[in-house]
T-cell receptor, first 112, second 111 residues
Framework: DTEVTQTPKHLVMGMTNKKSLKCEQHMGHRAMYWYKQKAKKPPELMFVYSYEKLSINESVPSRFSPECPNSSLLNLHLHALQPEDSALYLC???????????FGSGTRLTVV | TQLLEQSPQFLSIQEGENLTVYCNSSSVFSSLQWYRQEPGEGPVLLVTVVTGGEVKKLKRLTFQFGDARKDSSLHITAAQTGDTGLYLCAGGSGNNRKLIWGLGTSLAVNP
């Protein structure tokens, strides 16, 4: 299995809603990432988990809350988002000793 | 602050033409990765180069890492409409957990 699977593919949520994005990989990768991408821009790093521990938080607002329940799963909990948070949210994983990420196909999030 | 300048930002060519995309920095990277992204999808890794002067070929795509590991290029020979997409370079240093991304090159190959 050489894929990173993200669900849901599309999500529309109100500013008072609570929702979660899910990411799963079975490649044995021990680093997992959340990225945010706006149209025609490069991905922006949000969080990095290394060996299931949060190692990088790029000063992301607390309305985004990551969780890594085990080495294969990564969640992003969303609460009280703003319309400007609408974007493509990408999950990625990598081997500790390999230079290159495997990305999922993303969740297109719209906040209304 | 590390920066990666990617050029050109936009490129529209006819099928069969050749093209080159550049990524330049004043910083040294331990690796340089190239990705291709289609609308609504995640980036797909094309290649990773780690050795100064390294050249890698992937069918019609040729990737080069500069001798000083500060720059890289992607050359496409005889472009096809299926090459259309956003090409992103990303530089890694240290443990590569935090990549530095170029702004991307949006390529349109017209039939």
């Amino acid at each position: 299995d050489t894929e990173v699977t993200q669900t849901p593919k599309h999500l529309v949520m109100g500013m008072t809603n609570k929702k979660s994005l899910k990411c799963e990989q079975h490649m044995g990768h021990r680093a997992m990432y959340w990225y945010k991408q706006k149209a025609k821009k490069p991905p922006e790093l949000m969080f990095v988990y290394s060996y299931e521990k949060l190692s990088i938080n790029e000063s992301v607002p607390s309305r985004f809350s990551p969780e890594c329940p085990n080495s294969s799963l990564l969640n992003l909990h969303l609460h009280a988002l703003q319309p400007e948070d609408s974007a493509l949210y990408l999950c990625a994983s990598s081997q500790p000793t390999y230079y290159g990420y495997t990305f999922g196909s993303g969740t297109r999030l719209t906040v209304v | 602050t590390q920066l990666l300048e990617q050029s050109p930002q936009f490129l529209s060519i006819q099928e069969g033409e050749n093209l080159t995309v550049y990524c330049n920095s004043s910083s040294v990277f331990s690796s340089l990765q190239w990705y291709r992204q289609e609308p609504g999808e995640g980036p797909v890794l094309l290649v990773t180069v780690v050795t100064g002067g390294e050249v890698k070929k992937l069918k019609r795509l040729t990737f080069q890492f500069g001798d000083a590991r500060k720059d890289s290029s992607l050359h496409i020979t005889a472009a096809q409409t299926g090459d259309t997409g956003l090409y992103l370079c990303a530089g890694g240093s240290g443990n590569n957990r935090k990549l530095i991304w170029g702004l991307g090159t949006s390529l349109a190959v017209n039939p």
